[in-house]
């Protein structure tokens, strides 16, 4: 790798003069000198160093994506397949643009807090958190902030500088219920970790689909899985006893479906034959499960991609007319999980 001293030389010019083109101080620096130095540094392969574009109060070019979770993972955050999709395709779209990522994950916001005040970035991108807590970010470090499924309200009296984007939640809940209710299920659980968040938002959908659709004797009614695998591996034996004829399991989260399916399957019970599972998010894996996967499939990659686009623009003082809420749209993704029931003779 090339050094300043190094073009210089070649150059025969000094390396105050290698270093103030490099840094695009060239008021006093010749056109033929700003030609020579920029060809040898595209030919010499030199790469400036971070460190020193942050001394020199240049960008840092660092993105911070920062996650508030809040459930237990059996591996970590990244080995959960939405977000290992979503930070996988935040990561290609900045690398292209010439940035670089920093990713912190945390349950406890305050550590988040400290993580983004202690780093020179850009911008940062914020997966999970809730509203109020994005803006308290933007306030700690007023850089650019965007969020992705952000939820609930801010505080009283807290301004909005955050651009959320969001799924139409409330809208996939809706579908999924509505079909389930239109395959005949009577007896429909909705599932997930716990009713909060976008879950809530999802679970709200469903309500709204069982009002608009439910006949006499279909009921929707919502269970609270928790929010590790040996609580969920309890509920679901609970679920397992409670089994009833015409029964579907709807899980606002495909990786508690695909969990399910294994559960049940590996105690004798036939899928959709015996029970109905669905989930949301149509992750990688729903695809390829036995059965595959009946779920409401989100881009996860328009997501990503509108998040750096909307940051860089930030980032770089472009003023775009936009909402501060955008809502994506869903799909119900038909698969062999869920099947129509037949009516009883």
């Not at 009577?186 to 709200?204: F, K, P, S, T, W």
């Not at 269970?223 to 397992?240: C, D, F, H, Q, V």
């Not at 029970?275 to 499939?297: H, Q």
């Amino acid at each position: 790798m090339a050094t300043i001293k190094e073009i210089a030389q070649r150059a025969g010019v000094s390396t105050t003069t290698v270093s103030n083109v490099i840094h695009g101080k060239t008021k006093k620096v010749s056109p033929a000198n700003i030609q020579k130095i920029e060809n040898l540094i595209r030919e010499m392969g030199y790469v400036q160093k971070m460190g020193l574009r942050v001394l020199n109060k240049e960008k840092s070019q660092l993105i911070a994506v920062v996650i508030n979770y809040h459930k237990d993972f059996k591996d970590s955050v990244i080995g959960d397949p939405f977000y290992g999709k979503i930070i996988g395709f935040i990561e290609k779209y900045v690398q292209e643009l010439g940035y670089y990522l920093m990713l912190y994950s945390a349950k406890d916001t305050d550590k988040i807090f400290q993580m983004v005040m202690g780093w020179d970035v850009d911008g940062v991108i914020a997966i999970s958190f809730s509203k109020s807590n994005c803006e308290k970010i933007y306030q700690l470090i007023n850089k650019p902030i965007v969020s992705i499924d952000a939820y609930g309200e801010l505080d009283a009296g807290q301004e909005n500088h955050v651009l959320n984007i969001g799924l139409d939640d409330e809208s996939g809940g809706y579908l999924m219920t509505k079909y389930l209710l239109e395959c005949g299920y009577e007896h429909i659980q909705v599932c997930a970790g716990r009713d909060n968040g976008v879950d809530h938002l999802r679970y709200m959908g469903a309500q709204r689909a069982a009002k608009d659709f439910a006949k006499k004797k279909q009921k929707v009614q919502f269970t609270a899985l928790g929010m590790n695998y040996a609580k969920r591996k309890e509920s679901y034996a609970w679920l397992l006893q409670r089994k009833k004829p015409k029964a579907a399991l709807f899980f606002l989260s495909d990786l508690y479906a695909l969990e399910a399916i294994s559960f049940f399957s590996s105690r004798g019970v036939k899928i959709p034959e015996e029970i109905g599972i669905a989930g949301y998010d149509n992750i990688s894996y729903a695809e390829f499960s036995v059965p595959r996967l009946t779920t409401i499939s989100q881009n996860v990659e328009q997501k990503s991609s509108l998040a750096v686009e909307i940051l860089m623009e930030r980032i770089n003082g472009v003023e775009k007319e936009r909402e501060n809420e955008i809502m994506l749209p869903v799909t119900l993704i038909l698969r062999r999980s869920v099947q129509p029931q037949h009516e009883e003779k």
